[in-house]
């Protein structure tokens, strides 16, 4: 019995972990938002014709007659949903878009894990006129059945993240005690559970048709500013390359994912931030992935773009995770990229 009580408790300790809800705090000593307009729209896709199914009767819902569905026929795929806010007063010269990371959505520009404003929150207010995407294949963005995405969805544990994102210096625990970060970590463990509850599933073969999403988006808009974080980084440097004319600047937040080297030309008029965290030396993989940036980034200086790295210790802004715009300065560092947009003339 003692030890069924440990393992409920457990679990209500897990489980009461990441309810932490937005409240009136989160926007305490700020000025109202005044967005003259938002909405959204899906954008992109492609037809599929799927044939040789097998005909079935399926009740949707319970006590419901059954309904015979032949799943033959044309299925339209691969779109991605966009959400926009226009702020009163426009301030930016051109728009912002805000592309999310591996396993994630646009959750992840909106409010924090724990329950503070996110960065969409920041720029609407500095007058830009935001676009928060769900990429294909997530959120929704929708799925599409395994008789068009050839591979299985990736998924991740919970404890997954804790360290891979950098936010625990030792493996999770589903014990507060046990559960150790870096000593100056910023991301919030309080809202490590509500963050997870953000993760969804993912896909390797459908990088193409996200890009190709992405591409569409960025007509549909037209000039704007990209900014991106860590899978992100990939499509954006990509869909730069393939319209240097409409992206005007890009940043780069973690770049995991990269542009093509043979196309850095492209980009030689484009004004581009590369912004990192912390504990990165400390990490497997991350010292990889930022050498290989850092030397994409060298070729687009060399076409003649304007670059700029941003390593956040450098200058002492310790402590932050993979996931910036979560963490418990994500309004300092999100200032910091403000700072960058003025001084590139792309905002007031």
């Keep these: 019995m003692l030890n069924r009580f440990k393992q409920l408790f457990g679990f209500m300790a897990l489980g009461t972990l990441g309810m932490v809800m937005p409240g009136p705090a989160s926007a305490q000593n700020k000025p109202p938002l005044n967005i003259a307009d938002f909405g959204s729209f899906h954008i992109g896709g492609r037809l599929v014709d799927i044939q040789g199914q097998p005909v079935k009767e399926v009740v949707f819902t319970p006590g419901g007659a059954p309904a015979k569905i032949d799943p033959n026929g044309k299925y339209l795929v691969e779109s991605m949903y966009v959400q926009y806010f226009t702020p009163a007063t426009v301030k930016a010269k051109y728009p912002l878009l805000m592309w999310h990371g591996g396993g994630l959505t646009g959750v992840t520009y909106e409010t924090t894990p724990d329950g503070r404003e996110g960065w969409a929150h920041f720029f609407i207010r500095n007058g830009w006129k935001t676009y928060v995407s769900d990429a294909v294949e997530r959120g929704r963005s929708g799925w599409a059945s395994s008789d068009i995405w050839p591979s299985p969805a ?178 300092q560092i999100a200032q910091l990229i403000q700072d960058w947009l003025k001084r590139q003339g792309l905002a007031e």
């Design 154 to 331: 990736q998924f991740l544990p919970i404890e997954n993240p804790w360290n891979r994102f950098r936010m625990g210096a030792k493996p999770w625990s589903d014990d507060p005690a046990k559960r150790e970060q870096y000593a100056e970590g910023q991301f919030p463990p309080e809202g490590y559970l509500n963050f997870m509850r953000q993760v969804v599933p993912r896909w390797t073969t459908t990088d193409d048709a996200i890009i190709r999403a992405y591409t569409e988006l960025v007509d549909k808009v037209g000039p704007c500013v990209v900014l991106v974080h860590s899978q992100g980084g990939q499509f954006g440097q990509k869909v730069a390359q393939a319209r240097p004319d409409l992206v005007k600047g890009l940043i780069l937040v973690e770049p995991a994912g990269f542009g093509d080297p043979a196309k850095a030309d492209a980009l030689k008029n484009t004004k581009i931030l590369t912004v990192y965290g912390d504990y990165i030396a400390q990490d497997s993989r991350w010292p990889g992935m930022r050498k290989t940036q850092l030397a994409l980034n060298e070729r687009y200086r060399q076409a003649g773009a304007q670059v700029e790295v941003i390593d956040l210790p450098e200058h002492g802004i310790k402590g932050n995770s993979h996931m910036l715009m979560m963490d418990r300065n994500n309004q």
